[in-house]
Nanobody, 123 residues
Framework: QVQLVESGGGLVQAGGSLRLSCSGS????????IAWARQAPGKEREFVAA????????YYGDSVKGRATISRDNAQNTAYLQLNKLKLEDTAVYSCAAAQYYSGRSLGEYDHWGQGTQVTVSS
């Protein structure tokens, strides 16, 4: 199995940028597609972005399209989520997830999850 650890969250002003990292250990990182999801207090978990095993397919959620870039470096066992032009509504806990046999927007298909990292956007 793969274990995932997110980092890079924090407090940022609206309009700013942030890069989140998702580091994998255990099983070979390139065996997994990676997704990012977020959950704000009182709201359901929301799909943010996903990237396939060799980066050939990339998906974005509507709420971050045009402001987010997902990437991965399999040699470094790490995936990234760059978020630009941050808005107050981007405040949430951001988690990464991995799936061996699926790549896409359905979060239920991802069966390995990290603990998450808090992103807080201030005005």
């Amino acid at each position: 199995q793969v274990q995932l650890v997110e980092s890079g969250g924090g407090l940022v002003q609206a309009g700013g940028s942030l890069r989140l990292s998702c580091s994998g250990s255990g099983r070979k990182f390139s065996d997994y597609s990676i997704a990012w999801a977020r959950q704000a207090p009182g709201k359901e978990r929301e799909f943010v972005a996903a990237i396939s095993w060799k980066s050939s397919n990339i998906y974005y959620g509507d709420s971050v399209k045009g402001r987010a870039t997902i990437s991965r470096d399999n040699a470094q066992n790490t995936a990234y989520l760059q978020l630009n032009k941050l808005k107050l509504e981007d405040t949430a806990v951001y988690s990464c997830a991995a799936a061996q046999y699926y790549s896409g927007r359905s979060l239920g298909e991802y069966d390995h999850w990290g603990q998450g990292t808090q992103v807080t956007v201030s005005s």
